[in-house]
């Protein structure tokens, strides 16, 4: 009896794995089995120093705002605006509803807004459901906007455009909030949870940046659409 339920649990996972790789599949995601906890996600190609910025004028725009339909999320668009310094918010949205409730949304490009939409609905979603057996019913973020320069540096941020976001914690329908200052090395599951969706991010944005890149981001994933170069780390 007690070889059936090893070999029952055994072919669960192996379930179980397989699912995470077709909804990978499905969704353009790299949903990694197996990664060790602390290799990090390389990128394939180099990317251009900087994305282009989209106006709401442009052909772009438009297209950006069809994507975000495509995919039932809900926004108010925002008027371009330049603050000073080099700080703006240019094509921008603001993000109503992306399927699963987010707090501290502010101004974000319309490929920035896009691509996380996207990332919450094919990456994340199954990702909970997947590894963590539950729901995921709020992603906590740091917010999106903010006019400053990158920290050690005098280089404008890519919040100081509107083009970057900060990702705190997941909470699920069972009641667990992992966090990435306490799960990015914390219990065996909240690993594997947290590096999954990076992975699946590194697919999205031009730059992601964990724990694992600095001291600076013990506490949070920063996901941008400028960089320069592209890095996944």
Same mark, same amino acid.
């Given at each position: ?63 950006? *705002?069809?994507? +975000? /339909? $495509?995919?039932? &999320?809900?926004? !108010?668009?925002?008027?371009? @605006? ?26 974000? *490009?319309?490929? +920035? /807004? $896009?691509?996380? &939409?996207?990332? !919450?609905?094919?990456?994340? @979603? ?29 280089? +404008? ?77």
């Amino acid at each position: 009896m007690a070889g059936l339920s090893l070999f029952d649990s055994c072919r669960a996972r192996i379930a179980a794995l397989a699912l995470v790789s077709l909804l990978s599949a499905c969704a353009g995601d790299m949903i990694p089995a197996g990664r060790s906890s602390h290799k990090a996600p390389q990128r394939v190609k180099s990317r251009p120093a900087r994305a282009p910025v989209i106006r709401h004028d442009s052909e772009a725009y438009r297209q950006c *705002t069809a994507k +975000l /339909a $495509s995919i039932n &999320a809900r926004y !108010t668009p925002l008027p371009d @605006q330049n603050f000073g310094g080099g700080c703006n918010a240019l094509g921008a949205v603001k993000l109503i509803d992306v399927g699963v409730p987010t707090t501290n949304l502010g101004a974000m *490009t319309c490929p +920035l /807004a $896009s691509n996380f &939409a996207a990332w !919450t609905q094919y990456g994340v @979603q199954p990702a909970a459901r997947v590894l963590l057996g539950a729901e995921l019913v709020r992603i906590e973020t740091f917010g999106t906007y903010n006019c400053r320069v990158v920290a050690g540096s005098g280089r +404008l941020s890519e919040h100081a455009r509107s083009n970057a976001v900060d990702i705190a914690a997941f909470v699920l329908s069972d009641g667990r909030r992992i966090t990435v200052q306490d799960g990015w090395r914390g219990d065996p599951d909240s690993q594997r949870f947290l590096r999954t969706v990076r992975a699946s991010a590194c697919k999205r944005f031009r730059t992601v940046l964990s724990p694992d890149y600095n001291a600076a981001h013990h506490d949070h994933l920063h996901f941008d659409m400028g960089g320069t170069g592209g890095i996944c780390r």
